[in-house]
């Protein structure tokens, strides 16, 4: 049983900044794998970030390369996601997902069995 708690969205302009957080309870942070997805009104869950179990390994979606960092900190329990040069594309409901089990298919919503509430990002032109 995992439960993910996600904060640190708000509203911003377009080419700021917000980090998120997503802080893991109910497991050790370091046996999970984790993701990030975001889901804008009216379209299909997208993968954002993927961060393994070690934090060695690393995967973005094409479109945040380069803008987005993801990250982890065990110790805490809590993963981010930095988020830099935002653009009103990034619009969107985030989301923290955790599976407990290593997985090769991380850009797939399906390997994560573990889903936060969400948080709203907001960037405005």
């Known amino acids: 049983q995992v439960q993910l708690v996600e904060s640190g969205g708000g509203l911003v302009q377009a080419g700021g900044s917000l980090r998120l957080s997503c802080a893991a309870s109910g497991r050790t942070l370091s046996a999970l794998t984790m993701g990030w997805f975001c889901q804008a009104p009216g379209k299909e869950r997208e993968f954002v970030a993927f961060?393994?179990?070690?934090?060695?390994?690393?995967d973005y979606a094409d479109s945040v390369k380069g803008r987005f960092t993801i990250s982890r900190d065990n110790a805490k329990n809590t993963v981010y996601l930095q988020m830099n040069s935002l653009k009103p594309e990034d619009t969107a409901v985030y989301y923290c997902?955790?599976?407990?089990?290593?997985?090769?298919?991380?850009?797939?919503?399906?390997?994560?069995?573990?889903w936060g509430q969400g948080t709203q990002v907001t960037v405005s032109s």
């Open positions: 997902a955790a599976d407990p089990a290593p997985t090769y298919s991380y850009t797939r919503d399906r390997s994560y069995d573990y």
């Open positions: 961060i393994s179990f070690n934090g060695g390994n690393t």
